[in-house]
């Protein structure tokens, strides 16, 4: 067993190390995306396309091929008693945690909301509006994610938006876990339909005669729904192209060999998930790769997890805490853990590109992913250099604000015409001069 692990150390002493780098980072950059050489992308373009031409029957005939339920159209929405059924049978204790972390994230998201109108100098202004209505991607695969419906749901409700459309393939005995739907409910959510993957997001996003078209769609997805997404972008927004979930750890020789072998697995469980740690201690790296084959025995999913740690997976010995600092801002990695003792601040500081940062050795991502109150919906494939973590300030949309008056536009009527002659745009000018005659 070790001896496959072996394999994903990586150190600045080979003579192959920045090969064995870009290699890693490629494998992860491109496990979102479709190969271009496949005849995936024409598939996925036929389904989209077959949604927004034939709508409700389209989506109906990849509900019954893709997920083996055959449903009516008119069986898409779950009925709101379903919903309320599921919440009253939901267990106690854990609808308490679910409201606890609810609450969180709803603090949270509070906090660092900034859509708030406001005049600014000039005559000039800015006005933030809620999206009107807007589609959340919960995944059905092999357990329910309550937690998604969370981090998804709570941010566009802080942001004031007032229809949320909740969408999650039929993989629980032909319908949406009832958890899941517990959770809609808690929430105030009944728009929830029993449809999944790419022909769910064309449905979002074009609309059908039983599902209203929506103006966002955020959430998490297979290859599928992410490349759904990036189709459909332009027909209506999306939050970003999220790959597998993935992790980078930083850590040197105060961190605890164990817990960051632990925190690669949680990561690699998904099966597609990404798991590196980049150190500068060769010592810590042989003692990461022990816990590994030593706790990977203890999984359930322990073949998969190994299968996935090759392909996704690797623990980079680096020169110095420089060159680690340098290559991660490179990865910029979705979840980014450092675990580098009385360090680990400092080193935080200057990382510039992660979807979420996790400092000190008591914030796994667990903490991240299901209680903090940032949303775990995070940017990946090195996508956080440009895309940011879902917040309540996605959900809302800018308008520019501009009043003069007379003694204003006066004052700027000779550079405006200036500016719009040396374009070429006579009628540009004509209607600042005609306002000059009064």
Known sequence: MSNEFDKILISYKQADFEGQIEQLRSKIMLAAVFDPEGGQIRQLRDIVYNVARRRDEAVAEYTEKFDGVKLACEQFRVKREDLKKAHTEIDGELLASLRQAIENVRKYQKEIFVGKSKNCSNGTGIKYTPVKRVGICVPGASA?????????????????????????PPRYK?????????????????????????????????????????DKIVGPGNQWVQMAKKEVFGQVDIDSIAGPSEVLIIANDAANPAWVAADMLSQAEHAPGSAVVFTDSAHLAEKVLSELAKQVNQLDRAQETIECLKKFGGIVVFKNMDDVIKRANDF???????????????????????????????????????????????????????????????????????????????????????????????????????????
């Open 144 to 168: 329910p994610l309550p937690s998604t419906v969370i981090m998804t749901a709570v941010p566009a409700q802080v942001a004031g938006v007032k229809e949320i459309a909740a969408i999650s």
């Open 332 to 438: 910029a990695a979705e979840h980014l853990e450092i675990q580098c003792g009385d360090k680990s601040k400092k080193i935080a500081s200057k990382i510039d590109n992660a979807g979420a940062v996790f400092i000190g050795e008591y914030s796994p991502v667990a903490v991240g992913d299901y209680w903090a109150g940032p949303s775990h919906t995070l940017p990946t494939g090195m996508s956080a250099k440009f895309f940011s973590a879902l917040s309540a300030n996605d959900f809302v949309k800018s308008t520019s604000i501009i009043e003069y008056d007379k003694a204003k536009l006066a004052e700027s009527a000779d550079n405006i015409i200036r500016l719009a002659e040396t374009e070429g745009l006579d009628a540009h000018a004509g209607s600042i001069r005609i306002r000059q005659q009064q």
């Open 174 to 214: 032909g319908s949406v876990h009832p958890v899941i739907l517990a959770v809609c409910y808690e929430l105030g959510i009944d728009e929830v339909y029993r449809i999944g993957g790419s022909h769910a997001v064309a449905a979002l996003a074009f609309g059908t005669r039983t599902i209203p078209k929506v």
